[in-house]
């Protein structure tokens, strides 16, 4: 006490001797007790964009952004490996992508390579479960000619056969690396417990399926995604919107019009079976790795509000429920946090962490309780929504910030399908949530008696406690997610 | 030196230092900021940015793992999470509350140099965001207790755990560190620490690091966002003038390290595969070869036109991936390359393709085209980098604690752009000598895997 005061007194002498012109408020003994209070709330500016279709089909979307140099472009596809690839060849979409950077018809990998380095910048081609893209991020200056080599990229690729054995050969090691690294093991294991080999989410690329891939595979998974037909070009940055057209229309010239939206039409979930504990070995861990949760509603669903601010309490932030309990009061893991997964399918909730291995069996009552607690046993306080709904809500105007950002953003209603004004109505769909609603889509939404629980870790140390939990009963699989006999 | 920069400072006083004034060149290399000084020693930045209703604000502490004792590596890191668990006037819960609970963001990180605290907070949360850290600057001791303390430290034992002890690899460069320095020498362990360090950390020495090291003398305050100046420098005069300056700091000397001969180490981890780390012991931030040196790394690995991955990944193809770099502490720094194998390549035969590789680089140097393929991506990372207020709170903060100007990113830049093939080519063959650790981490119970299984030494600990 006596040293805040004096404190106190030493900051007003050199408040008058040092600086005459701060206001009144600083000269009074201050009182650190009170947070200050926040200032007027800021505007949302949601950046404004134009979009139109172009001849080939493409959608076609600019937003002017003109306080630095930079340019964010990039053509993004509907659907991805989920509705493109053969269900015994998974990896091929992510191989097609890496090969369009391996030579064109004029250039070859080097050359490309060369003229990005000289350029400053490079081209990225990925695909993922139900969207894929080839993007740059270039100085004004640079776009033209980054644009250039991108759609050569995108339209003349030639894909050379040595380069798809050198990628093969990287692929296997990268998977063979993945075998000793719990986080790899445990997203391998948890979408195949969760969907089982029938459905594309719960399909994972193997060794198998890299071996089997051959050019003519990946020649035809190319000439049958990359189609305008399901692409936006977005351009945002240092641009015009009259002056980009024109541009983009002549890069792309040679990109007829073909290709259709995919429907994302998935097969049935399997039916979940009662809450099991799926038990991976790996001997000597010194922690284990918990995945534990169960197939959830796609992003279309009505619930998607009310789901992202029960989350956010239960295990979106860092003094959620969870990570406040497991981590800062427990000292279990170093972080623990829960999702669900929103896609055009039944995305995963999933909730988890790194435990240290001998609290494994005290980490996974405290995942249950809570669980449990969310779903009725602990209500939800006033404070907590009104602290959940603000970080939801306060979040969205800094997400604006950079041409990649912007890029996403505006690409990210694309391919939801949300509505052009949608930025603008979040704050009011969020805000809208009640406590009824957050215990209802628990309630909907996670089903305590049938979760897959699955732990990578060192079974001779955590089983015998794993057991006497009495959460569930142990099934153990391998490092692939397949059944162990014992 | 450093109290010379600091006089200077002072005797500006409250004068803006226009930095961004004199830069109205034709230039995307630019950051407006003012700077000045409070009587305490508190150094403030401020930068304002209008792109998003946003601020970032930064409080770095020239403090890291080279500042612990013997016996107590991992402290300075520890206590970065102590800094976190409520202070005098602010409960526990509050800060993340008054960031992450407002749409914001807070996070501290230590290196061997310096600690960072940071928020991110919608530009109508400033005030309170400069109220939080200055109540753990002036009043963290007022609430301290050891049941904080060792909560946090099973948390940072977590931490080991998840990127270390329980990650494939994941000792390595905590080993390379051991073996290039000598274990006097500050930068001999790494930031996390040993276990048995952070079990022996006590109350006393939170209190006696943070009266030491947590003082605004050796503080340095960046704000850069949607603000106004003039009410930013009124709260900082507010919360941050009546903490008292702290007594002087004496930083422990570091002599740059040469190694007289090559040092081989084997240790066996949980891992599917083989893999080799070199490491040579080089310069760091002050020294002008660190500029030669990120370009070397550059024409080594990276692009499939680098000298190694060309050699390697992609025309021998004995290699699946090749990274090399110039990793630059404050006071030394490390140059390191890492190789992983294809399936049915040694590393002894990797580690011996690479070295004639290297000799023959040091030989003939790079060429024109190389230098300007490994530097011509600068500019466009800086203008990307001008995108995120903390990037740039970052870079400023790092310039002033560092090198006693927050202007530095500007001399770095331009040293960046003007390394010249000779430079290159002498900073090759002044470092890459035979002076060096090699590493193998190979699959346990599989030593021969090792590069050079007989002259290697098993790591055992």
């Known amino acids: ?486 | 030196m450093r109290t010379g920069r600091f006089a200077m400072t002072v005797a500006i006083g409250f004068l803006v230092v226009a930095a961004g004034a004199v830069a109205q060149q034709a230039t995307s290399i630019n950051i407006p900021f003012e700077t000045y000084r409070l009587p305490n020693g508190l150094t403030v930045i401020t930068s304002i940015d209008r792109t998003t209703p946003t601020v970032a604000v930064n409080m770095w502490y020239h403090v890291g793992s080279k500042n612990e004792t013997k016996g107590r590596t991992g402290f300075a890191h520890l206590f970065e999470h102590v800094m976190f668990t409520g202070s005098g006037h602010v409960p526990y819960g509050t800060h993340d509350k008054l960031t992450e609970g407002v749409g914001g963001s807070n996070n501290g990180t230590t290196s061997n140099d310096r600690t960072t605290y940071y928020e991110t907070v919608p530009s109508n949360y400033v005030e309170s965001a400069l109220w939080l850290e200055a109540d753990r600057m002036g009043f963290l001791l007022d609430s301290l207790d050891l049941t904080k303390l060792n909560a946090q430290r099973d948390i940072v034992k977590n931490e080991r755990r998840e990127g270390l002890d329980n990650q494939p690899y994941g000792r390595a460069f905590e080993i390379l560190a051991q073996e290039t320095y000598p274990a006097s020498h500050p930068y001999s362990w790494d930031v996390i620490g040993s276990m048995e360090d952070l079990s022996a950390a006590s109350e006393d020495d939170v209190k006696s690091f943070f009266r030491l090291y947590y003082a605004p003398n050796n503080a340095f305050l960046s704000i850069v966002g949607d603000f106004d100046p003039a009410q930013a420098k009124a709260w900082v005069q507010k919360y941050f003038a009546d903490i008292p300056a702290g007594k002087p700091i004496t930083r422990p000397k570091v002599e740059p390290v040469v190694l007289d001969a090559e040092r081989r180490l084997v240790f066996e981890d949980r891992v599917q595969l083989p893999r080799l780390y070199v490491q040579w012991p080089t310069v760091g931030e002050k020294s002008e070869d660190r500029f030669a040196l990120d370009v070397l790394g550059a024409t080594l690995s990276g692009p499939r036109t680098a000298r190694l991955t060309k050699a390697l990944v992609y025309d021998k193809q004995t290699a699946a991936s090749v990274s090399v770099n110039q990793s630059t502490n404050e006071d030394v720094g490390d140059f390191q390359m890492i190789i992983v194998p294809r399936p049915g390549n040694s590393l002894t035969d990797l580690e011996q393709a690479a070295d004639a590789i290297i000799e023959r680089f040091k030989a003939e140097g790079p060429t024109a085209e190389e230098i300007q393929k490994a530097t011509a991506g600068e500019e466009l990372a800086f203008v990307r980098g001008l995108e995120s207020n903390l990037g740039k709170a970052m870079r400023l903060s790092d310039g002033a604690g560092f090198h006693g100007d927050a202007g530095y990113y500007k001399t770095e830049y331009s040293k960046g752009q003007s390394v010249t093939a000779a430079d290159v080519k002498r900073v090759a063959n002044k470092y890459l000598t035979k002076g060096r650790v090699v590493l193998s981490i190979v699959p346990t119970g599989k030593l021969d895997q090792a590069s050079k299984p007989a002259e290697s030494k098993k790591v055992t600990e």
């Open chain 1, 1 to 486: 006490m006596m040293r805040t005061r004096l404190r106190g007194l030493a900051s007003l002498t050199i408040l008058l001797v040092v600086v005459t012109s701060f206001d009144v408020s600083a000269r009074q003994a201050l009182d650190r007790t009170k947070a200050p209070a926040p200032g007027k709330t800021p505007e949302l500016r949601v950046p404004a964009w134009t979009k139109t279709t172009l001849a080939n089909g493409a959608d076609f979307i600019v937003s002017e952004k003109h306080d630095l140099p930079l340019v964010s472009f990039s053509v993004t596809f509907l659907g991805g490996s989920n509705q493109f690839e053969p269900a015994e060849r998974t990896g091929l979409a992510s191989m097609t992508a890496s090969m369009m950077s391996e030579g064109t018809k004029s250039r070859d990998g080097e050359a490309l390579s060369n003229a990005l380095q000289l350029l400053g910048t490079s081209v990225s081609t990925t695909v993922g479960g139900e969207s894929g893209s080839i993007s740059c991020v270039s100085t004004t200056d640079k776009f033209v000619q980054t644009l250039d080599i991108l759609a050569d990229m995108l339209l003349n690729s030639t894909f050379p056969a040595d380069a798809l054995e050198r990628l093969r050969a990287q692929r296997l090691v990268a998977l063979t690396q993945a075998r000793a690294e719990p986080d790899e093991i445990a997203g391998r294991v948890f979408p195949k417990v969760l969907y089982g080999p029938a459905h594309p989410y719960g399909r994972v690329t193997t060794e198998e399926s890299i071996k089997a891939m051959t050019r003519d595979d990946v020649v035809a998974f190319h000439g049958k995604y990359f189609q305008p037909g399901r692409a936006l070009i977005t351009v945002v940055g240092d641009v015009t919107a009259a002056g980009s057209k024109p541009v983009i229309e002549k890069a792309l010239a040679a990109w007829p019009k073909n290709g259709s939206r995919p429907d994302f039409a998935y097969p049935a979930v399997p039916e979940r079976p009662k809450t099991t504990i799926y038990l991976v070995d790996r001997p000597g861990a010194a922690q284990s790795t918990v995945a534990i949760g169960q197939p959830g509603p796609p992003r279309s669903t009505p619930d998607y509000y009310a789901m992202q601010v029960m989350n956010t309490m239960l295990g979106g932030m860092f003094q959620s429920r969870l990570n406040a309990n497991i981590r800062e009061e427990k000292g279990y893991s170093y972080g623990v946090s829960s999702s669900f997964g929103f896609g055009k399918g039944p995305g995963p909730f999933r909730t988890g962490g790194d435990i240290v291995g001998d609290k494994t069996d005290a980490a996974l009552v405290e995942f249950m309780k809570e669980l449990k607690g969310i779903l009725g046993e602990r209500p939800v306080t006033d404070e907590e929504l009104q602290t959940a709904k603000d970080s939801l809500i306060q979040r969205l105007p800094g997400t604006f910030a950079s041409v990649t950002a912007i890029n996403g953003a505006l690409t990210s209603l694309w391919r939801q399908g949300l509505p052009d004004d949608y930025y603008q109505q979040y704050s009011k769909a969020v805000a809208a949530v009640t406590k009824a609603d957050v215990l209802g889509v628990a309630k909907k939404y996670i089903d305590i008696d049938r979760l897959a629980i699955v732990v990578v870790g060192d079974r001779a140390s955590i089983e015998a406690p794993l057991k006497a939990t009495n959460i569930a009963p142990i099934a153990y699989l391998d490092i692939e997610g397949a059944p162990k006999t014992q």
